[in-house]
């Protein structure tokens, strides 16, 4: 059977906001490694969570100097933008990321900086399908590693075109430019908060999300939403030789609900279903429907019980 890790971040939350999507995995995917990287609350965290197998609490931490000097160095928009054109000099000059990682780290907004910490734990780990995903608006609600190719990576399509979502416009238009935005704006919006692959498609995936932060570094210091504009670029621009499955609400596996009426769905008996009646394994952003957050809550915790009623 093939190791698999769910890799995700909870840095800032209490555990009344990750409890129900460890509860998740727990019912649907319980032989999967759970990380979380979490804040300063760790040892209430592990405390909260030592009821749970397979959770691996890691404490978010990040360079004490480069911290320092990239706080320093943007006291002024000026010094953060020279700061990230050397990197992204350096970047070029070299042709590697590695040590340069430190230094951008402090520059970029969570989001992306998230990517230099999920690399360097995959190197370390030997898993062979990863899932990297959001957390307090996420619920696994069947195995998302099924029927998941050796090269394959899998993520969420939002029934929205780009130009037509104000955010992922602007997002992607500073990351990038207005004329390679327009070259792509009427296509559907991809969403970076879960993505499931084997492990030489996640590695590909986020070795090329660091290379594309490095080469656009100067433009997206300090800004957000520039992860979500990288990882819609990748899978419509990069990531060759991967087979790409894009889930489109209602035909695929992955929910992603923010401008979803629900009319993609099916619901009973606390499931989700899509049009073609088959069980849906990731919902994404369901607290955007405030009906659905008991109505999927209850169900996961019956799972859970169930599963643990029976071991």
Not at 33 to 48: A, P
Not at 147 to 170: C, Q, W, Y
Not at 200 to 213: D, K
Request: aromatic share 10%; glycine share 6%.
């Amino acid at each position: 059977m093939k190791r698999k890790a769910i890799i995700t971040f909870a840095v800032g939350y209490q555990f009344e906001h990750i409890q129900h999507f460890i509860l998740s995995c727990q019912a649907f995917c319980p032989g999967a490694d759970l990380f979380i990287y979490v804040g300063s609350n760790i040892r209430d965290l592990q405390e909260q969570c030592k009821s749970f197998s397979n959770v691996k609490l890691i404490r978010y931490q990040e360079s004490l100097f480069p911290k320092m000097l990239s706080k320093l160095a943007m006291q002024s928009a000026w010094g953060g933008k020279k700061l990230a054109q050397l990197i992204q000099y350096l970047y070029h000059w070299l042709n590697k990321s590695n040590g340069l990682e430190m230094w951008a780290t402090p520059l970029v907004q969570f989001m992306v900086k998230r990517f230099f910490l999920i690399q360097r734990l995959v190197t370390s780990i030997p898993h062979e399908q990863i899932m990297l995903t959001d957390i307090r608006d996420v619920l696994i609600v069947s195995d998302p590693f099924e029927h998941l190719g050796s090269s394959m990576i899998a993520t969420g399509e939002e029934p929205v075109a780009i130009k037509d979502s104000d955010f992922n416009r602007r997002w992607y238009e500073a990351t990038y430019s207005k004329e390679q935005l327009t070259k792509i704006e009427n296509l559907p919006v991809l969403c970076a908060g879960v993505t499931i692959g084997s492990r030489h498609a996640i590695e590909q995936y986020v070795r090329e999300m660091i290379e594309e932060t490095l080469s656009n570094l100067p433009k997206i210091v300090g800004l957000l939403g520039a992860d979500q504009a990288i990882h819609i670029h990748l899978m419509y621009k990069r990531l060759h030789g991967i087979q790409k499955r894009i889930e489109k609400n209602g035909s695929g596996a992955i929910a992603t609900l923010h401008y979803s009426s629900l009319n993609e769905f099916q619901f009973k008996n606390g499931t989700i279903t899509n049009k073609k009646g088959a069980c849906l394994k990731v919902v994404h952003q369901y607290d955007r429907h405030q009906h659905l957050v008991t109505y999927l809550k209850n169900y996961i915790l019956a799972q859970y019980q169930s599963r643990a009623h029976a071991n």
